[in-house]
């Protein structure tokens, strides 16, 4: 799955419901416009009995700013916010051919699961499950994980 994101055209990752999740708000992240994104969202979900999960997509000029921005967000979970790497690797396109990676995130309640794919960053955050349940669901995220 390698995705070319032209600004403006993120809303288009973002569906309306995720398996039992829905739709709630979507809004701009001006902190990865000023980590150098071209365009950037994040859209909350909520289920029942399982909590809310957020959504975040950023698109970089190029690959390269896009990994070291999910580097330096990483670095701040892992380091500020107290989450260990639970999993991470490479991301592969048509043909086997490296297009991103990714890497999952935990803390005592929580977690995270980001990857790039070309120059698309996306983060799903949220209660420790629902946002791997989430993600295993969503349309555009990677399947199955480690």
Do not use: C
């Not at 959504?55 to 970089?60: K, N, P, T």
């Not at 190029?62 to 990483?74: F, G, I, Y």
């Not at 790497?85 to 309640?109: D, F, P, W």
């Amino acid at each position: 799955m390698d995705v070319a994101v032209p600004g403006g055209s993120l809303r288009r990752l973002v569906p309306e419901q995720v398996g039992v999740f829905k739709l709630g708000t979507i809004s701009g992240v001006p902190e990865a416009l000023a980590m150098g994104a071209t365009d950037a969202l994040v859209a909350s979900y909520s289920a029942p009995d399982s909590g809310e999960v957020a959504l975040m997509l950023s698109a970089f000029p190029s690959p390269a700013t896009n990994q070291e921005a999910m580097d330096e967000l990483v670095r701040l979970m892992t380091g500020d916010q107290g989450f260990t790497s639970a999993a991470e690797g490479n991301v592969s396109g048509a043909g086997g051919a490296q297009v991103g990676k990714y890497a999952r995130l935990e803390s005592a309640t929580e977690e995270a699961i980001v990857w790039t794919n070309g120059n698309l960053l996306t983060w799903i955050y949220g209660p420790l499950g629902t946002a791997l349940n989430f993600h295993k669901i969503y349309p555009n995220g990677l399947g199955p994980l480690s």
